[in-house]
């Protein structure tokens, strides 16, 4: 049976919304993953990573989530995968690392294999991910960047309060060109206002 929401030194942590379950990964989970989502290029268009060529490239992605997983560093990326209550399906990944602590401010990005696209799904992890941030963590900002070629992963930061803060030009290198980034953000005094 696969570990189902344990993290660092058996830590649970699980995040639950209406339809889903945000867990860390186990080894176990790198058959479904890479099946579901991460051997899917297209997932992975606007992403800085490729997708998975093998079942076993995903087993050594997953275990480098497990290290790093539940770490408060700046720039480490802490993953979750997004699973399905109704079914057990793992439908994508959900992820944050903390980039200044000073401004208590985290970064978020997901993925969503796409099968699931269009269906609110990642509306819904965001969401989960950013109650738990500014609940559990107690961040005062959460911040969200996309490749300014892919507007739905803006529409899903939108949707969950984030605010559009402008577009840096040429501001990355991805699989071979210079691209514009959107930015946006929330703040936890957003939330409380209900903005």
Excluded at 62 to 68: E, K, T
Aim: include cysteine.
């Amino acid at each position: 049976m696969r570990d189902r929401g344990m993290g660092v030194m058996g830590k649970t942590v699980r995040i639950e919304s209406e339809r889903l379950i945000l867990r860390p990964f186990s080894v176990g989970d790198a058959e479904e993953v890479f099946r579901n989502w991460g051997g899917d290029p297209e997932v992975t268009r606007y992403m800085f990573h490729e997708a998975a060529a093998s079942v076993k490239e995903v087993r050594e992605r997953i275990r480098g989530w497990m290290l790093m997983f539940d770490s408060d560093e700046i720039n480490i990326w802490n993953y979750y995968s997004i699973v399905l209550k109704e079914k057990e399906e793992q439908i994508g990944a959900i992820f944050y690392a903390h980039s200044n602590r000073d401004a208590r401010s985290a970064e978020v990005g997901y993925e969503i294999g796409v099968r699931w696209w269009n269906m609110g799904y990642a509306t819904e992890a965001l969401g989960a991910l950013m109650g738990f941030l500014f609940g559990e963590k107690n961040l005062n900002r959460v911040t969200g960047v996309h490749d300014a070629r892919n507007p739905r992963s803006g529409a899903v930061m939108r949707k969950c309060g984030m605010k559009y803060e402008g577009t840096k030009r040429s501001e990355r290198f991805l699989k071979g060109k210079l691209i514009d980034r959107d930015h946006y953000a929330v703040l936890a005094a957003d939330r409380v206002a209900g903005g």
